[in-house]
């Protein structure tokens, strides 16, 4: 009887010792998910405050209905960025853009970084406002970079706009509400920096950004194009557009 007693025992050790090993194997295996899915272990936008961001003038900021707001009732003296603290390499990002009223110019900054203590950005910016839509723009640096009018052809003035940025290496594709807008190849470009977001020097103005998705290392796919039709759409930066 003792002996049957010391079976069970070690069965009963051998079928707990099997059960932590499958618990510790399928928590690496999340893990290794997590990386190989590209989600930042820092969250980017928790949809309630702006923890995370920050702006040399928090006033300009907030966030209601889980968008980030910028706004001003009055003369903007010079460009506005609130920054996130979430760096970005090869990345895809989904937001929603609505900016009141269409003439004001807006953006989005990405792989970039501030240049002073105003927190102005130096580093790409994917441009929002009327006749800039869906256009490839570079802060502070080279200026226009691709100033096609795709994006521009379908936007919806005075509603909210579906914007999506995708940079791998140095290939940069936008769209906009699933347009192809951008896609270029810029050798001189920057391959990591920040997202921020602008409010434009001018009169007084509403921009919402509503954060759908950042998908860091993401697979070559936008607006309905694989990998090939995307890589076929590209064309080389040499010098600035006039």
Same mark, same amino acid.
């Given at each position: 009887?003792?002996?049957?007693?010391?079976?069970?025992?070690?069965?009963?050790?051998?079928?707990v010792?099997?059960?932590?090993?499958?618990f510790?194997?399928?928590?690496?295996f999340?893990?290794?998910s997590?990386?190989s899915d590209?989600?930042t272990k820092?969250?980017?936008?928790?949809?309630?405050?702006?923890t995370?961001?920050?702006?040399?003038d928090?006033?300009?900021?907030?966030?209601?209905?889980k968008a980030?707001?910028?706004?001003?009732?009055v003369?903007v003296?010079k460009?506005q &960025?609130?920054?996130?603290?979430?760096e970005?390499?090869?990345f895809y990002l989904?937001?929603?853009?609505?900016l009141? !009223?269409?003439?004001r110019n807006a953006?989005?900054? &990405?792989?970039?970084r501030k240049?002073d203590e105003?927190?102005q950005? %130096?580093?790409?910016?994917?441009?929002?406002?009327q006749?800039?839509w869906?256009?490839?723009?570079?802060e502070h640096?080279r200026?226009?970079?691709?100033?096609t009018?795709?994006g521009?052809?379908?936007?919806?003035?005075?509603?909210?706009?579906?914007y999506?940025? %995708?940079?791998i290496?140095?290939?940069?594709?936008?769209?906009i509400n699933?347009?192809?807008?951008?896609?270029?190849?810029?050798?001189?470009?920057?391959?990591?920096?920040y997202?921020a977001f602008?409010i434009?020097?001018?009169?007084?103005?509403?921009v919402r950004?509503?954060?759908?998705? %950042?998908v860091?290392? !993401? !697979?070559?796919?936008?607006a309905?194009l694989?990998r090939?039709?995307?890589?076929?759409?590209?064309?080389?930066?040499?010098?600035n557009e !006039?």
């Amino acid at each position: 009887m003792k002996s049957m007693n010391i079976i069970k025992t070690s069965r009963t050790g051998n079928s707990v010792h099997f059960l932590i090993y499958i618990f510790l194997v399928g928590i690496i295996f999340l893990l290794i998910s997590f990386k190989s899915d590209g989600v930042t272990k820092k969250k980017f936008f928790n949809g309630k405050d702006l923890t995370g961001w920050s702006s040399s003038d928090m006033s300009y900021w907030s966030v209601r209905d889980k968008a980030i707001i910028g706004h001003s009732n009055v003369t903007v003296a010079k460009n506005q &960025f609130l920054w996130s603290d979430v760096e970005v390499k090869d990345f895809y990002l989904s937001v929603d853009v609505l900016l009141q !009223p269409n003439d004001r110019n807006a953006g989005i900054q &990405f792989r970039s970084r501030k240049i002073d203590e105003s927190g102005q950005a %130096l580093g790409y910016q994917a441009d929002a406002g009327q006749g800039v839509w869906g256009k490839l723009y570079h802060e502070h640096g080279r200026k226009k970079i691709d100033w096609t009018n795709q994006g521009e052809r379908a936007v919806k003035k005075g509603l909210w706009n579906h914007y999506e940025i %995708l940079a791998i290496g140095h290939k940069i594709w936008t769209a906009i509400n699933g347009t192809l807008s951008v896609a270029v190849e810029d050798s001189l470009g920057e391959l990591s920096g920040y997202i921020a977001f602008q409010i434009h020097s001018g009169e007084e103005q509403t921009v919402r950004y509503r954060i759908n998705k %950042l998908v860091h290392n !993401p !697979p070559m796919k936008l607006a309905g194009l694989n990998r090939s039709a995307l890589i076929k759409k590209l064309k080389p930066v040499q010098k600035n557009e !006039p």
